[in-house]
């Protein structure tokens, strides 16, 4: 395997050599701890009792005060597992000790986790971080939740998450670096740097796994798990280049999706696993399904029963098997029986344990006792870059009046339930932080603002306080109304068909503005949401997200103008539900969108994004002019001012896209290819420039190949995809 020494290749042939069948299907298989206890019903048939309402929360955690865990022990002496997810310092040492000191060969375990956004030190989510437009920043948060997590014995991050997403109805698009191939692209090489790159120490770095391979991000209407069809091309130019990306920077594992892709699901798909990934791409790390991905093969009706399933994901190129222990019943006698070759299954066993011998995990199978306590208490640079990545990741989109920001002195009512929520800035799929590290939008707000009174009224479910309404409306000079979604209104399993405020949330609004009171709109949110009515009637709104830990201080600094917002939108922001999915780099139509009825447009409601991708204001105000374009051989040279024409020193993030204007295909409108940040002071102007090389000016037809064709081609630079200076140029290539 790649990055390994000869000495690291022939120690993982001699071992290889070494095992009995048994034992490399046992490297196959990642456990979780089993729930096991007084009760009479699988435990996921508990957790799905208690979700659809058959027994309440109270009735499960009484059940479950009868439970233990169930860590496979014997399993793991026998040489019958590969993987676990444990985050337990202590219990990682213990199931560690029993694999390399107990069993035969004393292969080392690999502990995986879910680490999105941060391990302790948890930052944002990853819609909003890939908002900041800053790969140095992407980078740096993910070697921190790198070594926060290997401290406690997580040396693999089923991290990142690079699916595509244009419909922001999926709620997993809070997980993804929005609906840019180049951004994402970009992101996706970001983090694979950060969680892997510092092997200073065995103890800084872990194992990127690139989820979800492939196409999740376009699951039709949006629905968590659903179907995925779309053209060929579509695939290769768009969801395929983040991964494409990151398999590049060197990572080593990759999940399959839970979809099918055009027909097949990619747990069993050879074709994606295979022909693209393994062989077209060279990925030489392994792939893992999702949880019980293999068996749900089944109720796709791909496979008869698990074992065809396992046979089938085995045949793919599907090296583990997450939960589902398929692999670990069913792989040994389908190798007896003929149908599994033991070649696919030494491939698989093979790219596993280089992966543990790149981690180190060999000559550093466990947890310091000083690494184990390391992060009791969260280190000041930890909690700076949390802080640092939130600021740069909230987006102001209107500011009416120049109503922010705020003077200090100011008496503000707070409003919201969620902005006394500690718990609701973290995010989904955040595991392992503590409540004590939080701080809350009240928290921040009345430490920047001594006169802040903080006023629930109300949130995204239960009833409007009438009494909070007018409290708040009596004593603030202005509100700022904390509203959004909870947590579990984004992420896995969480679509929703409606993605305007939740609740009674835009009849509180209402309420607010008709006190007379200024009112400044700050949304907690994992999705774009549907804002027509918001943008029309509240004169400030600010993008918050969910911001991780220091989320509270953030905002705070935003809204006190102690920090000049620069974040920008990864994914487009639609008017209404109804436009979704949404997205700037849309194919063109034979009839653009217009006024005109007869275009591709809907009778009732706008033809564009409320807010596009890259859109994002500032306390100053930029002005682009002289788009210059220039043939130098094998690349354009690109320059175009930017000046800051307002009253405040800036951060612009300057864009640029192209479009290829005649093709072969039909290309999108625009597409991103760069972005420069430039720091303006009042009054100055900077030239800023770009390299487009032709080489990337082209794009992949419905057979991959790729084509770069004689044309002519738009360049676009400017603020946002919308807002853009224009300039053609033919080129020969």
């Known amino acids: 395997m790649d990055r390994l020494t000869n000495g690291q290749r022939e120690r993982v042939e001699s071992l290889l050599a070494q095992m009995t069948l048994d034992e490399k ?40 005060s009868t439970a233990k865990q169930d860590y496979h022990e014997d399993e793991i002496r026998r040489g019958g597992v590969g993987s676990l997810m444990v985050q ?56 921190m939740a790198a070594k926060e997590s290997r401290a406690s014995g997580v040396a693999w991050h089923f991290a990142p998450m690079l699916d595509v997403a244009r419909d922001a109805r999926w709620g997993r698009v809070s997980e993804g670096p929005g609906e840019d191939p180049y951004l994402g692209s970009l992101f996706a090489r970001a983090k694979v740097r950060g969680l892997q790159n510092d092997r200073s120490s065995a103890e800084n770095y872990v194992a990127a796994c690139l989820k979800h391979y492939i196409g999740y991000g376009a699951a039709e209407s949006g629905r968590d798990y659903n179907t995925v069809s779309m053209a060929m091309h579509v695939f290769y130019n768009n ?91 069913h792989l040994k006698k389908a190798v007896e029986d003929g149908k599994v070759p033991v070649g696919v299954i ?56 120049g109503l922010l920001p705020l003077s200090r002195d100011r008496k503000i009512s707070l409003v919201g339930n969620l902005a006394d929520s500690r718990e609701e800035i973290i995010g989904a799929w955040a595991m392992s932080w503590r409540e004590e590290d939080c701080v809350s939008i009240r928290q921040g707000m009345e430490e920047m603002f001594p006169g802040t009174r903080y006023f629930p009224c109300g949130g995204p479910e239960g009833d409007i306080v009438m ?20 947590v579990s209104m984004s992420g896995e399993a969480s679509s929703r068909a409606d993605i305007s405020l939740p609740g009674r949330q835009r009849e509180l609004l209402e309420m607010l503005l008709e006190t007379g009171k200024p009112v400044v709109l700050v949304l907690m949110n994992g ?37 000049n917002p620069e974040g920008r939108l990864s994914s487009s922001f639609p008017a209404v539900t109804g436009m979704c999915p949404v997205y700037y780099n849309h194919m063109n139509t034979g009839r653009p969108a217009s006024k005109s009825k007869f275009t ?24 682009y002019s002289d788009l210059e374009v220039a043939d130098a051989g094998d690349r354009l040279e690109i320059s175009v001012t930017v000046r800051n024409t307002g009253s405040r020193e800036g951060r612009e993030t300057v864009q640029l896209y192209m ?23 009042p009054g100055q102007a900077k030239t800023v420039h770009f390299e487009l090389k032709k080489s990337d000016m082209g794009f992949y037809d419905n057979e991959r190949n790729y084509h770069l064709e004689d044309g002519l081609f738009r360049i676009f630079a400017g603020g946002s995809s919308r807002d853009c200076l224009a300039a053609e140029i033919r080129l020969k290539f």
């Open 239 to 329: 969801y395929l280049k983040p991964f494409e990306a990151a398999v590049d920077e060197g990572a080593q594992t990759v999940m399959a999706a839970f979809n099918d892709l055009n027909g097949v699901p990619c747990t069993v798909n050879r074709f994606l696993l295979r022909d693209i990934l393994k062989d077209s791409l060279g990925f030489p790390g392994f792939v893992v399904s999702d949880a019980n991905a293999i068996r749900e093969c089944v109720v796709h009706g791909i496979a008869e029963d698990d074992e065809d399933a396992g046979v089938k994901a085995a045949l793919a190129g599907m090296d583990m098997d997450m939960g589902t222990e398929i692999y670990f019943k």
């Open 346 to 401: 030494d491939e698989a066993v093979r790219r596993i344990l280089s992966v543990k011998m790149w981690l180190g995990l060999f000559d550093h199978p466990y947890v310091s006792e000083e690494a184990m306590n390391r992060y009791a208490t969260l280190p000041d640079e930890h909690v700076r870059l949390a802080r640092e990545a939130a600021l740069k990741s909230i987006v102001l989109l209107k500011n009416e009046g």
């Open 659 to 681: 479009q290829d204007a005649a093709a072969s295909l039909v290309r999108p409108v625009k597409e991103l290819r760069g972005f420069r940040k430039a720091e303006l002071a």
């Open 527 to 563: 999705r774009p949401l549907a804002l027509e009515w918001e943008n029309l009637y509240v004169p400030a709104i600010v993008e918050g997200w969910q911001l991780g830990i220091e989320m509270g201080h953030a905002v705070a600094s935003v809204l006190s103008g102690e920090f």
């Open 25 to 64: 299907i046992g490297q196959m298989n990642q456990e979780s701890p089993s729930i096991v206890g007084g009760f009479d019903v699988p435990f996921t048939e508990l957790i799905e009792m208690m979700t659809d309402g058959r027994i309440s929360k109270e009735e499960f955690e009484k059940i479950m």
């Open 467 to 486: 009494d909070d309404v007018l409290r708040a409306g009596e004593y603030g000079d202005v509100i700022v109304a904390v509203l959004g979604e909870l």
């Open 600 to 623: 591709s447009r809907y009778l009732d409601a706008p033809f564009d994004a409320l807010y596009p991708f890259g859109y994002g204001l500032s306390y100053t105000q930029y002005e």
């Open 88 to 143: 337990d310092p202590v219990k990682v040492n213990e199931l560690q000790k029993i694999a390399v000191e107990e069993s035969r060969l004393g292969i080392p375990l690999i502990f995986g986790l879910d680490v999105i956004h941060g391990f302790r030190s948890v930052y944002p989510i990853a819609i909003a971080e890939a908002g900041s437009f800053d790969t140095d920043l992407m980078e740096r948060t993910a070697r």
